[in-house]
């Protein structure tokens, strides 16, 4: 009797798995991922650097029927971070002196935000929150040191400075997205980057839910002359200081002769 109980537990056992094999697969995969590449993953600064453009691209990888939904991309551009303090102009007996500051524990020294759509419209505040995409929330997600008052107007003056020098930029509208699977991007780096690693995050959305998303680094880096100097002034900077002292002395005498050859 005991072996018709065991045959009979082990035949619906059997029964079971087929049934139970598909429903894990269709739990661990994924409707949509992304592959993406980078027209370069290294950036050389040298002499005559005045910038860079990179080729963002890439398709939507499907294994099921279209989800519903319309589908959007937003890739972000992240230079290095660090501490940041931004100070605030107030005027004192009639003079403008810098009073108020605030400490941002760190702020990316360029960060570039490029979507299909209006960011408001393809966005949610949740997702935002969560996965830190738009300027102030890459700031604010490490936390300001400050305490003080009207925190949040030191932010928005960090992002207006870096906005007018170009290292903080929102472009709507600049993702080419071709059939709902292919797209691209250009993204401008300007001529002031900092070395170090930039790290660039590819997401797609629909109805303002991240569905996959993607990170990728390049790598900026000088080369050649700015390289030997910058490596000089970090690791000898008595050599470096006499070396400058030599140069500017020698470029006012130069300066000083050249004047009096032509008034002679």
């Known amino acids: 009797m005991s072996r018709r109980l065991t045959l009979a537990l082990a035949l619906a056992l059997l029964s079971l798995l ?17 592959v ?12 005559n650097f005045d910038g860079s453009e990179i080729l963002i691209y890439g398709a939507v ?18 230079g290095p971070s660090s501490p940041v303090v931004v100070r605030r102009k107030d005027r004192v007996a009639g003079i403008w002196i810098n009073h108020a500051a605030v400490m941002v524990d760190s702020a990316p020294s360029f960060y570039s935000v490029v979507t ?6 393809i ?43 170009g290292r903080y930029r929102l472009m709507e509208g600049k993702v080419q997205l071709t059939d709902a699977t292919l797209f691209r991007a250009d993204v401008a780096l ?31 880096r000088k080369e050649g002359l700015e390289r030997a100097v910058f490596n000089m002034a970090q690791d000898q900077p008595l050599i470096y200081g006499l070396l400058s002292l030599v140069l500017a002395a020698f470029a006012g005498w130069a300066a000083s002769a050249v004047f009096r050859f032509i008034r002679a």
């Open 18 to 34: 087929p049934l139970s094999q598909p429903a894990a697969a269709q739990a661990v995969a994924r409707d949509e991922e992304i």
């Open 36 to 47: 993406a590449g980078l027209s370069q993953s290294r950036v050389s600064i040298t002499a």
């Open 61 to 78: 990888k499907r294994e099921t029927p279209v989800p519903e939904g319309r589908l959007d991309v937003i890739i972000t551009v992240e």
């Open 116 to 121: 299909t759509r209006p960011l408001s419209e």
């Open 123 to 165: 966005l949610s505040h949740t997702e935002n929150l969560r996965q830190g995409i738009t300027i102030d929330r890459v700031i604010r997600a490490v936390g300001i040191a400050s305490e003080a008052e009207g925190s949040d107007a030191f932010v928005t003056a960090l992002e207006r400075v870096r906005g007018q020098e």
């Open 190 to 220: 300007p001529a002031n980057l900092t070395e170090g690693g930039y790290k660039v995050r590819i997401f797609l959305l629909r109805d303002g839910r991240v569905v996959a998303q993607q990170e990728r680094l390049i790598g900026v």
